[in-house]
């Protein structure tokens, strides 16, 4: 049985291409599993580069967007030295956070694993914001998510 994609997925996607480094394996030669988090974070960040939403420019904003959860579901190993691209899809909400579905697909094309995150908003005292920061709902605008 297929599965069904998130149903407020968008259209806007970034690549971002990664070589596995020795010390990210473990002593089976495979990806240790809790790297595939620090892709996810690799992905956000040339998705946030590319469409002018980076860590630096929440930050730039007052404003933090920490995990509050993550999902990855492992289907093939990967291996030193192999070459594995991250895709990262923005998913449109109307609450005050940010989601993210990934791909992982090694040199073949084949899903290595798949996630998700969700992010919320914090301002600079560390208070959650139960809206959708202003520089936020700009963003969406001018991408034509809302």
């Given at each position: 049985?297929?599965?069904?994609?998130?149903?407020?997925?968008?259209?806007?996607?970034?690549?971002?291409?990664?070589?596995?480094?020795?010390?990210?394996?473990?002593?089976?030669?495979?990806?240790?599993?809790?790297?595939?988090?620090?892709?996810?974070?690799?992905?956000?960040?040339?998705?946030?580069?590319?469409?002018?939403i980076s860590y630096l420019d929440v930050q730039k904003n007052g404003y933090a967007t920490p995990i509050v959860k993550s999902l990855c579901e492992h289907k093939l190993p990967l291996r030193y030295g192999e070459i594995a691209?991250?895709?990262?899809?923005?998913?449109?909400?109307?609450?005050?956070?940010?989601?993210?579905?990934?791909?992982?697909?090694?040199?073949?094309?084949?899903?290595?694993?798949?996630?998700?995150?969700?992010?919320?908003?914090?301002?600079?005292?560390?208070?959650?914001?139960?809206?959708?920061?202003?520089?936020?709902?700009?963003?969406?605008?001018?991408?034509?998510?809302?």
């Amino acid at each position: 049985m297929k599965k069904k994609e998130h149903a407020d997925a968008t259209k806007y996607k970034a690549t971002y291409d990664i070589r596995i480094r020795f010390n990210e394996t473990d002593p089976l030669g495979i990806v240790w599993h809790g790297y595939y988090i620090h892709y996810f974070e690799d992905g956000r960040e040339a998705f946030g580069r590319k469409y002018g939403i980076s860590y630096l420019d929440v930050q730039k904003n007052g404003y933090a967007t920490p995990i509050v959860k993550s999902l990855c579901e492992h289907k093939l190993p990967l291996r030193y030295g192999e070459i594995a691209t991250i895709e990262t899809t923005f998913v449109n909400t109307s609450a005050a956070k940010m989601i993210f579905l990934y791909k992982i697909l090694n040199a073949e094309g084949n899903i290595v694993c798949t996630g998700e995150t969700v992010q919320v908003f914090v301002d600079d005292k560390g208070e959650l914001s139960l809206t959708n920061p202003p520089f936020f709902e700009i963003w969406k605008q001018q991408m034509e998510i809302v």
